[in-house]
C-alpha cells in the first residue's frame, strides 16, 4: 500500500489543481490492483479546502497544528496504522506528474528526495529566474530537499523517527535523520514536479520566502516580502 500525504492550511485556492495531479498519479496502471491513499491534512482550515479535497475523493485528518511538520507527521502516522510501505508527500499549491508515485518506488531506494520546476515566473521577472536557474542544480545527485517532492519507506521513516514538530525545515530535518540511519537515498532529477512562486506563502523559511529573498537580494522588486510563509522546504546546500 501506498499513502500519499498533503498538509494544508486554506488552500482552496490551489488544493484542487494539486488533487487533479494526485489522483491521476493514483489511478497509473501500476496500481491497478491497490489504488494509493490520498491523504489532506487540514490544519487550521476554515475555509473550502475540506469541501474540495472530498470532492476529489480524497480523504481528509484535521487538525489545529499551525505547524507543517505536525502536519506531515500526523498524516503520515494516520496512513502507518493502516498498513501502508511507502509514503509519499506533496504540497497543496504543487502539481505532480502521473508517473510520479510509480517512479518513486522504481528507485528501490529508502527515500527518494526529487526537484521542483517554478509554475511561472511572471511575478519576479527574468533575473529572478536566470540567478534561482543559476543556483538550482538540475541533475542527478542534486542536493535539494522538498516537503513537495518527497518519498521514503514506512520502515526508513520510522527508523529514522519520523517528521520532527518543526515550523519549517521539518522535511530536511527528516533527510538528515534518514542520512544518520545509513538511508539509501535517491536524489533525482527526473521526477520533478511543478510547484507554485505564490506571494501568499504560508510558511515562514519555506520555498516561497526564499523566491521573495531571491528577489530582494537582487534588487527586483520592494514589496516582495509578506508575513506569511509556504509548506515547503529551500534548497538543502550541499
Same mark, same amino acid.
Given at each position: 500500500?501506498?499513502?500519499?500525504?498533503?498538509?494544508?492550511?486554506?488552500?482552496?485556492?490551489?488544493?484542487?489543481?494539486?488533487? @487533479?495531479?494526485?489522483?491521476?498519479?493514483?489511478?497509473?496502471?501500476?496500481?491497478?490492483?491497490?489504488?494509493?491513499?490520498? %491523504?489532506?491534512?487540514?490544519?487550521?482550515?476554515?475555509?473550502?479546502?475540506?469541501?474540495?479535497?472530498?470532492?476529489?475523493?480524497?480523504?481528509?485528518?484535521?487538525?489545529?497544528?499551525?505547524?507543517?511538520?505536525?502536519?506531515?507527521?500526523?498524516?503520515?502516522?494516520?496512513? @502507518?496504522? @493502516?498498513?501502508?510501505?511507502?509514503?509519499? /508527500?506533496?504540497?497543496? $499549491?504543487?502539481?505532480?506528474?502521473?508517473?510520479?508515485?510509480?517512479?518513486?518506488?522504481? /528507485?528501490?531506494? $529508502?527515500?527518494?528526495?526529487?526537484?521542483?520546476?517554478?509554475?511561472?515566473?511572471?511575478?519576479?521577472?527574468?533575473?529572478?529566474?536566470?540567478?534561482?536557474?543559476? %543556483?538550482?542544480?538540475?541533475?542527478?545527485?542534486?542536493?535539494?530537499?522538498?516537503?513537495?517532492?518527497?518519498?521514503?519507506?514506512?520502515?526508513?521513516?520510522?527508523?529514522?523517527?519520523? /517528521?520532527?514538530?518543526?515550523?519549517?525545515?521539518?522535511?530536511?530535518?527528516?533527510?538528515?535523520?534518514?542520512?544518520?540511519?545509513?538511508?539509501?537515498?535517491?536524489?533525482?532529477?527526473?521526477?520533478?514536479?511543478?510547484?507554485?512562486?505564490?506571494? $501568499?506563502?504560508?510558511?515562514?523559511?519555506?520555498?516561497?520566502?526564499?523566491?521573495?529573498? %531571491?528577489?530582494?537580494?537582487?534588487?527586483?522588486?520592494?514589496?516582495?516580502?509578506?508575513?506569511?510563509?509556504?509548506?515547503?522546504?529551500?534548497?538543502?546546500?550541499?
Amino acid at each position: 500500500m501506498i499513502g500519499v500525504v498533503i498538509p494544508a492550511h486554506n488552500e482552496e485556492k490551489y488544493i484542487g489543481q494539486c488533487l @487533479l495531479s494526485v489522483m491521476a498519479a493514483a489511478r497509473h496502471r501500476s496500481f491497478d490492483a491497490k489504488p494509493p491513499m490520498v %491523504l489532506v491534512v487540514l490544519d487550521n482550515c476554515d475555509d473550502g479546502t475540506e469541501e474540495i479535497a472530498l470532492a476529489h475523493g480524497a480523504s481528509i485528518l484535521k487538525a489545529s497544528f499551525n505547524n507543517v511538520g505536525k502536519a506531515r507527521a500526523a498524516g503520515a502516522e494516520s496512513l @502507518l496504522t @493502516l498498513g501502508v510501505k511507502w509514503l509519499a /508527500f506533496t504540497d497543496a $499549491d504543487t502539481r505532480v506528474p502521473e508517473d510520479w508515485l510509480a517512479r518513486q518506488l522504481d /528507485f528501490n531506494a $529508502d527515500a527518494v528526495c526529487g526537484i521542483v520546476e517554478v509554475d511561472s515566473w511572471h511575478r519576479y521577472g527574468d533575473r529572478v529566474r536566470d540567478h534561482y536557474m543559476g %543556483l538550482y542544480q538540475f541533475s542527478e545527485g542534486h542536493r535539494h530537499v522538498h516537503g513537495a517532492n518527497l518519498g521514503v519507506s514506512a520502515q526508513a521513516y520510522r527508523r529514522a523517527g519520523g /517528521f520532527q514538530p518543526l515550523a519549517s525545515h521539518e522535511d530536511v530535518q527528516l533527510v538528515t535523520d534518514l542520512e544518520s540511519t545509513g538511508a539509501r537515498i535517491a536524489w533525482t532529477a527526473s521526477n520533478p514536479v511543478v510547484t507554485s512562486a505564490r506571494d $501568499d506563502f504560508k510558511c515562514r523559511e519555506g520555498f516561497g520566502e526564499y523566491l521573495s529573498n %531571491l528577489a530582494i537580494s537582487l534588487c527586483v522588486t520592494q514589496d516582495v516580502v509578506t508575513t506569511n510563509g509556504h509548506i515547503d522546504s529551500p534548497i538543502l546546500e550541499p
